[in-house]
Nanobody, 127 residues
Framework: QVQLVQSGGGVVQAGGSLRLSCAAS????????LGWFRQAPGKVRELVAG????????YHKDSVKGRFTISRDNAKKTIYLQMNSLKVEDTGIYYC????????????????????WGKGTLVTVSS
């Protein structure tokens, strides 16, 4: 089973950029759909962005469209979340996750049953 190790995150001023990375181990990385989730203080964890196994289709939450981009490099077994024009409300703990989610669910933003999770990384956006 794949394991996920996250890096990136930190403190950034509003309007700034950060890139989160999530490196996977294991031979079956390319067989997983991937997602980035966020848990803001006092809120439920939510899906921010998702990508199908092939990388051909993605989902981005409305509030991050045009600012965040999910990508994957199967050769490096790594997924990324590029975050630009960050806002204070983007603050939270970000988790990467992998699962056997069908394409239709990924595109609809319905990635409810992920199999593997990273440990999370804190992103703090200051005003």
């Amino acid at each position: 089973q794949v394991q996920l190790v996250q890096s990136g995150g930190g403190v950034v001023q509003a309007g700034g950029s950060l890139r989160l990375s999530c490196a996977a181990s294991g031979p079956t990385f390319s067989g997983y759909a991937l997602g980035w989730f966020r848990q803001a203080p006092g809120k439920v964890r939510e899906l921010v962005a998702g990508m199908t196994r092939s990388g051909g289709s993605t989902y981005h939450k409305d509030s991050v469209k045009g600012r965040f981009t999910i990508s994957r490099d199967n050769a490096k077994k790594t997924i990324y979340l590029q975050m630009n024009s960050l806002k204070v409300e983007d603050t939270g703990i970000y988790y990467c996750a992998a699962g056997h989610t069908l394409k239709a669910k990924v595109v609809a933003g319905e990635m409810d049953n992920m199999d593997v999770w990273g440990k999370g990384t804190l992103v703090t956006v200051s005003s």
